[in-house]
């Protein structure tokens, strides 16, 4: 009997460690912006359009970073051929723009987001607005805010913010 109560403790122990290392993985997250979206499914577009802008190692970084991240159906609605001409090593300036201007210095949390204009990593500036717990970024919504990395979070759109 002492050793059946001995066997419960213990894996009653056992599973509050999980718990324990499970909570503390999701209050800090191991995977950095670029691991988060590779891992997500549906941000190949971007993925494969920070590779050929060159900005893997600074989305990489220590950061914080705040990432407009716009799904591949976001890129999809972009006219016929933008995307992969933007890919091509000769647009890789234009490209670069374009994905700076998605990402906004420091780790902004849905519920600190408030309606204003926000400056950009490339030097622009995005239109926010936040009414009802809802968010837009120059128009396009967030479908889904506070996706945790190591290095900051990702704010997921459904559409392509272009810069002026």
């Given at each position: 009997m002492k050793f059946i109560k001995s066997l419960g403790?213990?894996?009653?122990?056992?599973?509050?460690?999980n718990t324990a290392v499970f909570a503390a993985e999701a209050?800090?997250?191991s995977k950095d912006i670029v691991a988060v979206a590779s891992s997500a499914g549906s941000f190949n577009t971007l993925v494969a359009a920070?590779?050929?802008?060159?900005?893997?190692?600074t989305l990489q970084g220590k950061g914080p970073f705040t990432v407009f991240a716009p799904t591949d159906e976001a890129f999809a609605k972009l006219?016929?051929?933008?995307?992969?001409?933007?890919?091509?090593?000769?647009?890789?300036?234009?490209?670069?723009?374009i994905l700076t201007y998605h990402v906004v210095a420091g780790k902004v949390m849905a519920a600190d987001v408030k309606t204003g204009k926000v400056k950009t990593v490339n030097g622009q500036e995005l239109d926010v607005k936040a009414w009802s717990g809802k968010v837009s970024v120059n128009g396009a919504k967030v479908t889904a805010a506070d996706?945790?990395?190591?290095?900051?979070v990702i704010h997921v759109i459904d559409t392509v913010v272009l810069p002026k």
């Open positions: 403790i213990a894996a009653l122990l056992v599973s509050s460690i209050a800090a997250p920070v590779k050929a802008a060159g900005l893997v190692e006219p016929a051929g933008t995307v992969e001409s933007l890919l091509k090593p000769e647009n890789k300036e234009k490209l670069v723009a996706v945790a990395a190591s290095n900051g």
